[in-house]
């Protein structure tokens, strides 16, 4: 694997994706995605672990001894993942992704029955080096399950934003219910201590995210 043209340093906020080998579908079922989501709290531990000795309904009241980075987004979709991320201690990224990668694909290869890897090699990352890509990142991750239902949105623009929002908004496998109140165990994978405030003192929550997605289509073009 190439290496990375730039290191993972303390404290800043970077962008971390990656996908199913040949695009393959990752996610499958229900559980697989709640398997990867309880990885998420799991696999944020200096301490090493075995997800098959805990119990499934209370993997979120596991105590960790030291977490080695801070999460402020994610999105699982059928065939990749996204994760906005902030590190905090030396090499915690790596040491984070390398024991989720490699616990969700010994799961998923011996449930059903397979083989080989996972995901498309190493995981991706951006390094998100301003206040307005930041922004955008939020509003971009938090929409991505759009693509369900519009596939063309990210090139072609959302064609009806209710539509799209309610969505999002009640999308299972990501982090935007949590930050519009809803109460269940998945909120304790996130640090948004760590993060800025953007929506708490918002009151329009969808014309915040949708005029950030069409600012940083542009700066990101």
Same mark, same amino acid.
């Given at each position: 694997?190439?290496? %990375?043209?730039?290191?993972?340093?303390?404290?800043? =906020? +970077?962008?971390?994706?990656? %996908?199913?080998?040949?695009?393959?579908?990752?996610?499958?079922?229900?559980?697989?995605?709640?398997?990867?989501?309880?990885?998420? +709290?799991?696999?944020?531990?200096?301490?090493?672990?075995?997800?098959?000795? &805990?119990? $499934?309904?209370?993997?979120?009241?596991?105590?960790?001894?030291?977490?080695?980075?801070?999460?402020?987004?994610?999105? &699982? /979709?059928?065939?990749?993942?996204?994760? &906005?991320?902030?590190?905090?201690?030396?090499?915690?990224?790596?040491?984070? /992704?390398?024991?989720?990668?490699?616990?969700? #694909? /010994?799961?998923?290869?011996?449930? +059903?029955?397979?083989?080989?890897?996972? =995901?498309?090699?190493?995981?991706?990352?951006?390094?998100?080096? #301003?206040?307005?890509?930041?922004?955008?990142?939020?509003?971009?991750?938090? @929409?991505?399950?759009?693509?369900?239902?519009?596939?063309?949105?990210?090139?072609?623009?959302?064609?009806? #934003?209710?539509?799209?929002?309610?969505?999002?908004?009640?999308?299972?496998?990501?982090?935007?219910?949590?930050?519009?109140?809803?109460? %269940?165990?998945?909120?304790?994978? @996130?640090?948004?201590?760590?993060?800025?405030?953007?929506?708490? #003192?918002? %009151?329009?929550?969808?014309? $915040? &995210?949708?005029?950030?997605?069409?600012?940083?289509? $542009?700066?990101?073009?």
């Amino acid at each position: 694997m190439s290496e %990375r043209k730039f290191p993972f340093a303390p404290d800043e =906020f +970077y962008h971390l994706y990656n %996908r199913g080998n040949s695009k393959q579908v990752i996610f499958k079922d229900a559980y697989d995605y709640y398997h990867f989501i309880q990885l998420l +709290y799991i696999a944020n531990d200096f301490d090493t672990f075995k997800l098959r000795d &805990l119990p $499934e309904k209370d993997a979120f009241n596991c105590v960790r001894n030291k977490q080695l980075v801070a999460i402020g987004s994610y999105c &699982l /979709m059928p065939n990749h993942y996204h994760i &906005l991320i902030r590190q905090l201690e030396d090499n915690g990224i790596s040491k984070f /992704m390398q024991k989720l990668a490699t616990g969700y #694909s /010994m799961y998923f290869n011996n449930k +059903y029955e397979r083989t080989g890897g996972l =995901f498309e090699g190493r995981f991706k990352a951006r390094h998100v080096d #301003s206040d307005e890509y930041l922004k955008y990142l939020f509003s971009y991750i938090h @929409l991505n399950p759009v693509k369900l239902i519009d596939a063309t949105w990210k090139e072609q623009g959302i064609r009806n #934003s209710e539509e799209a929002y309610t969505y999002a908004s009640n999308y299972r496998y990501g982090s935007f219910s949590d930050y519009l109140g809803l109460v %269940r165990p998945e909120h304790s994978i @996130l640090n948004p201590e760590y993060f800025p405030d953007y929506y708490s #003192s918002h %009151r329009d929550i969808q014309k $915040e &995210l949708f005029s950030w997605l069409e600012y940083g289509n $542009e700066i990101t073009k």
